[in-house]
Structure formats: C-alpha cells, structure tokens
C-alpha cells in the first residue's frame, strides 16, 4: 500500500494500446515513498499480513525446497528470506527502490546472502538468469486493484515462472457489502465547514480585501464535492456496520489473469438486507487473497489473507467506504441492485474511477429509482 498525491498526474498504463508509462513521473508519484523504511514498516506491522504469508510458505514447503523464487517488489526484504529459510535454492529479491540496500543489508544479516541476490530496478526492466518456479509477491492495493501493481506481477510471471510454476498468492477476490455507518455524516459535516469557509469570503457585503469572490465559489463547491463527498473513505469497520450480505464483484487466478481483465472490473450484484430499520448509507469494498498453490502442484495448507471487517482490529489495507448520498432507508428483506465500475483514472494510472449505480428493491415489491455515483478511489 503505497501514498498517492490525490489526483497527480502520473504515468499511464502500458499495456493494451494504452500510452507509455512515463517512469520519471512514476517513481516521484508512486515509488517514492516505498524507499522509507517508515513504510515499509508499516506492513511489517500489519500482523495479518505478516502471518498469512509466514503461514503460506512455512505450511507449505514443498513449493520452496530446492526451487528458484521470484520475489516481486522485495521492499524490507522480508519475504525472500523467508523463501531461503524455507529452502529455497535461490532467490530472485527484485525492488524498483532504494530500500533495496536495506533489504540487502537484512539478507545478509540472517545469513542468506547465498540464496538471496537483491536486484535493483522495476520488475519490467529486469533480466534474470534463469525462470523460476515459485512468484511471490506483496502487490495488493486498496481494494485489490489500486496502485496496479499486479501489472508487474504478470509481467513478471509471463517472462519468467515455469510451466508449471506457482503463484504467491495464487487467487484474489473482491467484496462489496452494504453497511450503515455514522461516516457519511462526519464527512457531510467537514464539507458544509470547508463551504462555509468558502461562503464567509462572498457574503461579507464589503468585497473581501476588496476582491469579489463569487466567481470561484462553483469551482471550489466542485473541488471540495470531489476530494469531500465523491472519493471514498478508508476505515477499519466493525462487522456490525453490514447491513446485508456481501457479495464478490471480482475473482481472479493468478496464474491466468491478464492485464485487460483487471483494466476495468464491471459487475452486477444482488446485495440483500438482513436488518430492520436502518439506512443503507454507504457500500462497503474490501479483498481476500489465497495461498493455494496450482492444481498441478496444490498447497498442502491453503492459507487466506483477508482485509473483511473484523472486530480485533482488521489490516492496514481496511476497507473503502463508498458513500451513498442520499442514503435510503431500508429493512430486512429488501435488496439492493448494484450495478459496478471500477476502471484505472486517466490522469494516474494507479488510481481508479468507479461508477456506482444502486437500485432499492423493497421487500413489499416497490422498486426505487436507481442512483448512479461516481466516485474516486485515491
Ligand atoms: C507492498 S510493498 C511489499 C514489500 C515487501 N514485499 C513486503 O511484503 O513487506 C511493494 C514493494 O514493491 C515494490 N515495487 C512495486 N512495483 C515494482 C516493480 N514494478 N518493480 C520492482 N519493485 C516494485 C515497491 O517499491 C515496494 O517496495
């Protein structure tokens, strides 16, 4: 999970026809803070994250011992040691940054410096020895798909995994849930103060420090309806704040997914309500990956990694909260028809531009008008 300036404008996508990424931008809008170890510190802390993959390479050896492993975006380094310290024959550790040193430097350290070799530069770049057998990578975003680092992934994996080669992790899926929430009214409140801000510069009858400035007042409740109402919010929800069902808008196989298939991820979903008296105030996004090896080659253990609401605390990645303005008031037995986009932002590629459409089916069989919202995921 990296820190992206909301709306900077950074490299396009590569792939399919789609202008070529620009690196310098990249690496000042994207990479940069992946360098500080104040981050990567971050998801060592992240202890759900931590022992899902300790479990996935520690319960399944046989996918490690004597064989070649391609880590993707090695950060602190973590999880090539690991490889080498679950018998890897060699390592591939390869990070675009300069926390490579470090990863270096901790390699060597807990005496694996003769498995593990850290290479420096981005995953697209690279040229490795030989192919490896095993992928393993850290590459997911907020909800899955931001930063479209699984991009590197896949390149990576149709240069250089075997026939026959495993990915880590080797399944992802995200979730969609209705919830209700106090949320959307801290955030209605922070947005009527900015405008309020806004309002005292044009009411005061005096021009203010005789500037009129009326003239910008629709652009600024435009910026702010953006940045305030319109991107979507991160927060650790207590499983108590769903209201229904979640459904999976999204499944993927990492060994077979493909760049154009998670370009843009479409997808219609029923979500029921199982809860009397409440407003659906907003939709709820969350993933899980798994650890399952390949069907030629299965874990012994599958392990699962999952960012769902939990009540002792949850992950770094928590969830995004996609406000739903207005927020109708629902009951057990009514459902809501969700009609979902998710498609990378023009201006930076590693973020995305969702279009929300939510229909209100009442249980006594009265159907609401839909209500499409885009909104931004930053
Ligand atoms: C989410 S962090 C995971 C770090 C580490 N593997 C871990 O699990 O703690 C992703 C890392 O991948 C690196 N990265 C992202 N895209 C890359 C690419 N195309 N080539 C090389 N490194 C990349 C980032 O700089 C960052 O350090």
Known sequence: MASLPNGAAAASSAAGGAPPVDKEVDF???????AYLYHQKEMLCDRVRMDAYHSAVFRNPHHFRGKVVLDVG?????????????GARKVYAVEATNVAEHARELVRANGVADIVEVIQGTMEDIVLPEKVDVIISEWMGYYLLRESMFDSVICARDRWLNPGGVMYPSHARMWLAPIRSGLGDKKMEDFEIAMNDWNHFVEDTQAYYGVNMNALTKAYRAEHEKFYLKSSIWN???PNQLIGQPAVVKEMDCLTATVEEIREVRAQVTLPINQDRTRLA???????????GSKQNPAVEEVELNTAPDE???????QQVFLMTPSPRVNEGDSVNVS??????????RL????????????SGRKLPAVATKIFLE
Do not use: P
Request: hydrophobic share 40%; with cysteine; net charge negative.
């Open 282 to 292: 907003a939709l709820a996004g969350w993933f899980d990956v798994h650890f399952r």
């Open 312 to 318: 002792n605390g949850g992950t770094h990645w928590g």
């Open 74 to 86: 090695t950060g602190s380094g973590i999880l090539a040691i690991w490889s080498a310290q679950a």
């Open 352 to 363: 995305m531009d969702m279009d929300i459409t939510y229909e209100l089916h009442e249980a």
């Open 236 to 238: 650790n929800l207590h």
């Open 340 to 349: 979902f986009s998710m498609v990378r932002s023009k201006e930076n590629h």
């Open 28 to 34: 000042a809008n994207y990479f940069c803070t992946y």
